[in-house]
């Protein structure tokens, strides 16, 4: 019997890129059930897929497990357009059966209301200079190629896995205060449309804490981080890294369906301080 959720949010996949951990999150998809599932913004790379990207049957497996939520166990799914597949502009709002294409949502549960927005919109380099956003893409691409070669080396050696792109934006002081501005303004933007909390993507940093009174969950991304956002019957959100899943613990049983799921350990990445200096990665 598998863990069932009422919504699990994922974000950031980026399909069609070399980076993107396909085969990762159909797997963690299969582990639990849930009635809702929302896909937040940037699921295909469209950026990529129109210059060097190419799509994969890996790629094509996600949908399939997608289909198959809807199919048995009647997963309604949202797919929230982000800036990376802004090609839904297109095609939204789009309803077909059990899976509605749409730009934003609020979404009710347990007494509560969270707007639900992959955060480009609040991202005025994405926004309104296309041309930065497109030569930032560039370098974080150049990041993450570095970042396969830097683990491909860690793992011959028996090492964890390490976030360079992670590290790197850690270490630089604008991008930590861009983070901590793009957070208060998500919250403050769900504050003035009366809700309870902000449900976003986009900067590739998994949260969840309170922001002057709002409830503030960035579900990550499955090219790095490989997270996702959960919500169990009660209301209560937990994040849900996949590197911390034991894919070995036997299905639950009636026995066990009853016992409380251990609570998961929440990362958010580090402010860094000092001189950036490198760590021995090898």
């Known amino acids: 019997m598998k863990t069932n959720f009422k919504t699990i949010v994922i974000s950031d996949v980026h399909l069609g890129t070399k980076g993107s951990k396909a085969k990762e999150v159909a797997r963690f998809l299969k582990q639990y059930t849930c009635e809702n599932l929302i896909l937040n913004g940037d699921i295909i790379d469209g950026w990529q897929l129109r210059k060097s990207g190419s799509w994969k049957r890996k790629h094509t497996r996600f949908f399939n ?14 797919y929230l357009r982000g800036n990376h597949d802004d090609f839904l502009d297109q095609i939204l709002p789009l309803q077909i059966g ?17 707007f639900i927005t992959h955060g480009d919109i609040f991202d005025s380099v994405t926004t309104n200079l296309r041309w930065i956003a497109y030569l930032g893409d560039v370098g974080y691409t150049f990041l993450l190629w570095l970042n ?11 090492m964890p896995y390490f976030s360079l792109s992670q590290y790197v934006k850690g270490k630089v002081k604008t991008a930590v205060a861009y983070v901590d501005q793009y957070e208060e303004e998500l919250s403050k933007m769900a504050k003035s449309k009366g809700c309870d909390g902000i449900i976003c993507g986009h900067i590739h940093k998994a949260e969840n804490r ?17 997270s996702a956002l959960a ?20 299905p ?15 990362v958010a990445f580090n402010k860094f301080d000092g001189d950036f200096k490198l760590p021995n990665f090898f």
């Not at 949502?105 to 209301?113: D, V």
């Not at 396969?148 to 028996?158: A, E, F, I, P, T």
């Not at 019957?233 to 036997?250: A, R």
């Not at 639950?252 to 998961?264: A, G, M, R, V, W």
Request: aromatic residues 10%.
């Open 148 to 158: 396969r070669l830097v683990n491909y080396h860690r793992r011959k050696r028996g």
């Open 98 to 114: 059990n899976l509605s294409i749409q730009a934003d949502m609020i979404y009710e549960s347990c007494g509560k209301k969270f």
């Open 65 to 78: 497990r997608m289909l198959k939520m809807i199919e048995k166990d009647h997963t309604k799914v949202y």
């Open 231 to 250: 919500e169990d019957h009660e209301g209560n959100w937990q994040l849900i890294f996949y590197n911390e899943i034991d894919f070995k613990v036997k």
């Open 210 to 226: 309170t922001i002057d009174g709002i409830t503030y969950l960035n579900s990550g991304d499955w090219v790095e981080t490989m």
């Open 252 to 266: 639950l049983t009636e026995e066990t369906s009853s016992e409380p799921i251990p609570e998961l350990k929440l």
